[in-house]
Structures are given as C-alpha cells and as structure tokens.
C-alpha cells in the first residue's frame, strides 16, 4: 500500500494529473474571457507556520511509540471571481513538512481545489469544472487521523476533477429541458485498492415550469460508466425516473417517484435491475422548514427518504435519510457531511444576503475563531466496489453573541454488492461484506475577549465489520486558544489526543501533541 507522503514524492501520475487539471481550469478561464468578464476578483495569499510536539508520531501501539517536533509550513492563495455570468474560486495551500528525528519523512503535500460556472450563451450554455486534490485514510483497518503530521502508510494523495457542459432551454413556460455531459477522472497514490479512473455520465431531464404551481413532474434519465485503469474493468449504471407533487394545500404536498434501474460490474461480475417506486408527502410551513418524508420499494426490498432544514434567526437544523447504490470514486465528488463552512453559510445567510459576502464573512470567521473545516463524517474508505449505501445524517448549529456551537451525527452501513463473486482478497470489504459506520461530534467556539476565543472540538466514531464482529472505536479531542494579533495576523495553541481501541486487540494507539500556529494574510 502506498501512503500519502511515499505518493507526495513518487507519485508522477499524480503529478502529471494535478498539472493537467491546473491547465485545463486556467484555459477555461482564458476561452471564456473573451465571452464574459468578472466584475469582482479577490486574491488572498496567506502564510501558516505550526510547530507540533507529538508523543506518538506514527500512531504505534503502547511500546513502539516515538516522539517527534515537526515544523509545518503552509502557502497558500485563494481566488474569487464573480459576474452576471462567471462564478470561480480556487485555493491551493501545500503543505510542506519537516521532522526533527524522521528527517527522512520530510515532504510536501499538495491540497488545494477549484471550482468554476461559466454562462457562454445566455440561459442557454453553460460548462461547470472543477478540481480537487488532498489526503485521505485509505482503509478503516489502519490508523486513522485528521492531519498529515502522522507517519502512517494509510494515507493517500487523490486527485479528482471534472468538466460538464450543459444545455438548459425552456418551452415557452411549460417546462425545462435539462442536458449535460460529466467527463471525470480520479487518480490516487494507493492503486490496490482503487485504482485510477475516468467516467463519463450523461443526464436528461424534463421538468415542468412556471405554468404548473399546484401540479408539478419532472423526468430524469442517467447513465454513466466507469473505466478503471489498471484493470481496464468498467461498471456501467443506468437510471429512469418520473415523478410528481400534488399541492393538497399551499403547505403541504403529496410525492410519488417510479423508475428502473440497472447496474453491471466487470469488477465483480454483478448484474443487478429492477424497478423502484416510492411515495409520500412535503411539508413546507414556511421559506425557512422543510420536511419530506418517503416509503417505498427498490429491488424487492424496502425503501425510505427523509429531508429536514430549519433555520431562525442564530441556528440551522437537519436531517437526512437516503439509500443508494454508488462506488468509493463517486463519494469523492459528493461531500458525505456538511462543512464548517456549509453550516456557516446557513447561520449566515440572514446578514449577508449577497453570497460571495457571505462566503468571505464565513471563511474570515473560521480563521478567526479557530473552527476545524469540516466536522466527523463517515470514512470513505478505498474499494472499486459497488455497494449499496444506507445513510443517516443530522447536524445543528447555534451562533450567540460569544458563542458558537456545531453538532453532527451519522450512521451509515456499507454491503458490498458481489453479484456471486467471493470477497475480494484486499480492501475493507476483504474483511466484511457490511460495514457499519457510526460517529458525532461537536466544535464550540467561545470568544472570551474580542481578540482571545476558546476552541473545542471532540469527536468520535465507531466502524463495525458485522461479518467478523471487529469493532474499532476512533475518540479525537482538540482544545486550544485562539488570538488575533492584528487584523490579518492570529496565532493559536491546542492540545490534541487521538486514540484508537479495537476489540481485536489491533491497531490501538493513543497519541497527545500540542500545536503551536501562526497565520497572516496579505
């Protein structure tokens, strides 16, 4: 298994594909100058200098355990670009790391995305990219940690991009006629277990429009492909869907959805199709709650769907339920949890109507009070599997005058869809043909003075191999003070503890550090 850093330093293809996608952004920009211009750009460069005192640098079990300080310095730039008919933004921030005893270990991580929405004919064309590359745990079986400081080999570099044109073209006031193409690519340092890979979906909708207020329908069509590298195996899936609302009043509304779906693997030699249909109701009591609730049947067995938003004046609350089929490579594109700042842009939304304020304000507060980026969220660990997914999430989030508080909770159970074939000889699901993930955690920033806030962050997860009844319980605690020096200059110092127990007596550690940071912006 190669891990991230080993990738950091001999991974050409990746290199080569990070290079493409960073030429391919910067000549969408280019083609598309002459067509629209951005009324507002903002470039940022900043500056983070951390020192790390690790008691267990490469989260060893009790015994093996060495100690290390690491200096940790971290450039970075973000854009934004915004127009009547251009939206961008990218950041890239690489990390480069030096180890006072695992000198060796030095290295340079590369992290950074970018993502942008160009309107090349009015209400017409459209074409969307985007780019993201950063480190991820490959296997929930080995280490696990939230920064790149820890010398494991379960971490990998991947890179993801994508570009899709569409068309959007309305008839009359009817309905809307949606057409896009998905051209996609995944690369990844740890080939074993997902191999590198390049996709191609195309989507067809039909909706109806303005016309239709108490009954609305819509139909929607897929079907995409997947091709992976090494193996030059490909899984193809494909979906039709109709569906309708009948507003019985204006609140409340009645569903129905029914569709077909296939999938076929080469991977595992799976075929899998049948219909699908679901039905129930929407309840929309005001612009800020929502609650849809659905039951139904996929495949012969039972299915259901639920989506709750609430949001007031100083918190934001949901809830979602969903089952799907779906891959490792495809999660890359599709966040499983809110963001801090997803969250944020929520709570914000009411003093920053305008949402490129809005997303500076939120970013500008996350530095400030020391918030982690994203909170627990289910590991996506590496397979090219199929495998049918059953999710729960919910998150709620309070902002006060001093305080502001960020909770989440998930569970999510994984069964690897085999069509027949015998588990596969690496990989999580080599271990068990179900996995159950489970976590919550909580972010809590206090501002004490207006430059001093006080952050906590705590978390923790349980991962299951059902089949071998293995249970590895994840505990991580981070909490610290944050100053802000100057406006565009803050420092802060935090105490971390990860720790991992696993009732099969493996890959249990516990490690303690205190990071000391720096950061300024220009």
């Known amino acids: 298994m190669a891990s991230a850093r080993e990738g950091a330093q001999h991974a050409p293809q990746a ?24 009324e507002k750009t903002e470039v940022t460069p900043f500056l983070s200098l951390s020192q790390t005192y690790t008691d267990n640098v490469s989260l060893a079990p009790e015994g093996s355990k060495l100690s290390d300080s690491i200096t940790q310095v ?78 494991t080999s379960n971490r990998a570099t991947t890179s993801s991009s994508y570009v899709t044109p569409y068309l959007l073209h309305d008839f009359g006031s009817a309905a809307r006629a949606e057409v896009r193409h998905t051209y996609s690519v995944v690369r990844s340092d740890e080939q074993t277990s997902l191999p590198d890979s390049e996709a191609n979906r195309a989507f067809l909708r039909l909706t109806s429009g303005p016309t239709y207020r108490r009954f609305t329908w819509d139909t929607a069509f897929t079907r995409e492909t997947i091709r992976y590298d090494e193996t030059r195996q490909e899984t193809t899936s494909d979906a039709f869907t109709a569906g309708a609302r009948l507003l019985i009043t204006p609140s409340v509304g009645v569903l129905a959805r029914a569709g077909y779906e296939s999938y076929d693997s080469q991977v595992t030699g799976l075929v899998l199709d049948g219909s699908r249909w679901s039905a129930g109701f929407e309840w929309t009591p005001t612009p800020r709650t929502r609650l849809v609730a659905t039951a139904g049947k996929r495949f012969e067995d039972d299915a259901y769907g639920l989506e709750f938003s609430h949001r007031t004046r100083l918190t934001t609350w949901s809830a979602t339920y969903s089952e799907d089929v779906t891959t490792a490579r495809s999660e890359f594109f599709v966040p499983v949890t809110a963001s801090t700042a997803g969250t944020l842009d929520q709570l914000f939304a009411a003093q920053y109507p305008d949402p490129t304020e809005r997303q500076k304000a939120v970013q500008e507060f996350i530095a400030r009070s020391g918030l982690p980026p994203s909170l627990n969220a289910p590991v996506n660990f590496f397979s090219d599997l199929l495998f049918l997914q059953k999710r729960w999430l919910a998150s709620a989030a309070l902002q006060g005058a ?26 999580d699901f080599a271990a068990s043909n179900s996995i159950r993930l489970a976590g919550a955690s909580l972010a809590w920033s206090w501002r004490v003075t207006a430059r001093n806030t006080w952050n906590l962050n705590a978390s923790y997860t349980r991962n299951e191999f059902l089949d071998t009844n293995r249970v590895d319980d994840f505990t991580y605690l981070q909490a610290g003070l944050t100053r802000q020096f100057q406006p565009q200059v803050s420092g802060s110092l935090f105490y971390r503890r990860q720790e991992n127990e696993s009732s099969q007596g493996v890959n249990v550690y516990v490690e303690n550090a205190i990071v000391a940071s720096l950061r300024t912006t220009f």
Do not use: M
Request: glycine share 10%.
């Open 15 to 38: 290199g080569a594909f990070r290079r493409r996608a960073s030429r391919f952004l910067a000549a969408l920009l280019v083609l598309c100058g002459g067509a629209v211009r951005a």
């Open 74 to 151: 971290v450039p970075g730039i973000s854009i934004t670009s915004t127009g009547p008919r251009l939206r961008f933004s990218a950041s890239y921030a690489p990390e480069l790391l030096y180890y006072s005893k695992l000198d060796r270990e030095d290295t340079v991580f590369h992290r950074g995305k970018a993502v942008g929405n160009v309107e090349l004919a009015e209400k017409f064309l459209f074409i969307e990219a985007g780019a993201k590359v950063d480190q991820y745990d490959v296997s929930l079986q080995g280490p696990l940690t939230t920064s790149n400081v820890s010398v």
């Open 402 to 427: 001093r305080n502001t508080l960020i909770a989440n909770a998930f569970w999510e159970t994984r069964e690897a869809l085999l069509g027949g074939a015998a588990l596969p000889t690496s990989g």
